[in-house]
């Protein structure tokens, strides 16, 4: 599931290879006996395995804290890759001012004028903080080189200085995990075409979504350039195949509990105090309004 190869050359002729068998029709979700596509995970099965993931990421959070260790991830991949959710299970059971998630809005006028990793610098991680990119400074080796909101010479330029950012990143104690969600053309048309038909998920599809969705093979190639320069020994790109969403969720989780050391802090038992007595408490005459009375 998490391909942990360092060569971002390999690497990327590992997904440009996943493109061929997209086209075709493939599914990267094949059992390994090579007799077809592998079950998708049942829910009971997952919300199992995801409530043991959970019970390690809170101890991770404590050890995050009590040493000071700063982590930074990063999640990239396709529209539809399933990136939201994922950033969701590895946030719901721990507390947002340890795991801060950074979603930026487009760059205004003055952030436009500025060095182009300038506005991402604030938020990197201090000590005792995970933080978790939804969409990063890759963006523009992404859709700003796609849709052409960068120029190509903006483009290499990028490429060339994030692997000497990231080194300093690095040099300065951050933990960087890069991650890239690979889902098939017919999975992503599916989830595309699920948010503009179901009310509760028409706010996840932009007007950009559908501006990018045509251009499936100009993404591969911003992809496999990103890869091949920014793949590095100090910070590789972990890939995951995104079709069947627990199972990358699931994936995603054990990596970064593998890719972090960290112990389990021993703690004392808890034992809940004697709630004091009444005393010359009166309740109140003010009548309050519940909203869920049943008158």
């Given at each position: 599931?998490?391909?942990?190869?360092?060569?971002?050359?390999?690497?990327?002729?590992?997904?440009?290879?996943?493109?061929?068998?997209?086209?075709?029709?493939?599914?990267?979700?094949?059992?390994?006996?090579?007799?077809?596509?592998?079950?998708?995970?049942?829910?009971?099965?997952?919300?199992?395995?995801?409530?043991?993931l959970h019970v390690e990421l809170v101890q991770l959070q404590q050890w995050v804290v009590h040493s000071g260790l700063k982590v930074c991830i990063l999640f990239e991949g396709r529209d539809g890759a399933g990136k939201g959710g994922t950033i969701k299970a590895l946030t719901e059971r721990v507390s947002?001012?340890?795991?801060?998630?950074?979603?930026?809005?487009?760059?205004?006028?003055?952030?436009?004028?500025?060095?182009?990793?300038?506005?991402?610098?604030?938020?990197?991680?201090?000590?005792?903080?995970?933080?978790?990119?939804?969409?990063?400074?890759?963006?523009?080796?992404?859709?700003?080189?796609?849709?052409?909101?960068?120029?190509?010479?903006?483009?290499?330029?990028?490429?060339?200085?994030?692997?000497?950012?990231?080194?300093?990143?690095?040099?300065?104690?951050?933990?960087?995990?890069?991650?890239?969600?690979?889902?098939?053309?017919?999975e992503q048309t599916r989830r595309l075409r699920d948010r503009f038909e179901d009310g509760r998920k028409l706010w996840k599809l932009s007007p950009m979504d559908l501006k990018s969705y045509s251009r499936w093979y100009d993404y591969s190639r911003a992809r496999d350039a990103m890869f091949e320069a920014?793949?590095?020994?100090?910070?590789?790109?972990?890939?995951?195949?995104?079709?069947?969403?627990?199972?990358?969720?699931?994936?995603?989780?054990?990596?970064?509990?593998?890719?972090?050391?960290?112990?389990?802090?021993?703690?004392?038992?808890?034992?809940?105090?004697?709630?004091?007595?009444?005393?010359?408490?009166?309740?109140?005459?003010?009548?309050?309004?519940?909203?869920?009375?049943?008158?």
């Amino acid at each position: 599931m998490i391909d942990s190869k360092r060569s971002g050359k390999r690497r990327s002729d590992t997904i440009a290879k996943s493109d061929a068998v997209h086209a075709s029709g493939g599914n990267q979700a094949s059992a390994s006996d090579g007799t077809g596509p592998a079950a998708p995970m049942s829910r009971k099965a997952y919300e199992k395995s995801l409530k043991k993931l959970h019970v390690e990421l809170v101890q991770l959070q404590q050890w995050v804290v009590h040493s000071g260790l700063k982590v930074c991830i990063l999640f990239e991949g396709r529209d539809g890759a399933g990136k939201g959710g994922t950033i969701k299970a590895l946030t719901e059971r721990v507390s947002p001012r340890v795991f801060r998630v950074v979603a930026l809005p487009a760059p205004t006028d003055r952030e436009k004028s500025q060095m182009y990793i300038q506005r991402y610098i604030p938020h990197l991680p201090a000590a005792g903080e995970v933080v978790i990119f939804d969409r990063s400074w890759y963006n523009r080796a992404g859709v700003e080189r796609v849709m052409g909101f960068c120029t190509e010479q903006q483009t290499e330029d990028f490429l060339k200085a994030a692997p000497m950012v990231e080194k300093a990143m690095v040099n300065s104690g951050i933990i960087l995990l890069k991650y890239w969600l690979e889902v098939s053309p017919e999975e992503q048309t599916r989830r595309l075409r699920d948010r503009f038909e179901d009310g509760r998920k028409l706010w996840k599809l932009s007007p950009m979504d559908l501006k990018s969705y045509s251009r499936w093979y100009d993404y591969s190639r911003a992809r496999d350039a990103m890869f091949e320069a920014t793949d590095t020994g100090w910070a590789p790109w972990h890939a995951v195949h995104s079709n069947d969403k627990k199972k990358a969720r699931l994936a995603i989780l054990q990596h970064i509990l593998n890719s972090i050391p960290y112990q389990r802090l021993k703690t004392e038992k808890i034992v809940l105090p004697q709630r004091q007595k009444r005393g010359d408490y009166v309740e109140s005459a003010y009548k309050v309004k519940f909203i869920n009375d049943e008158n």
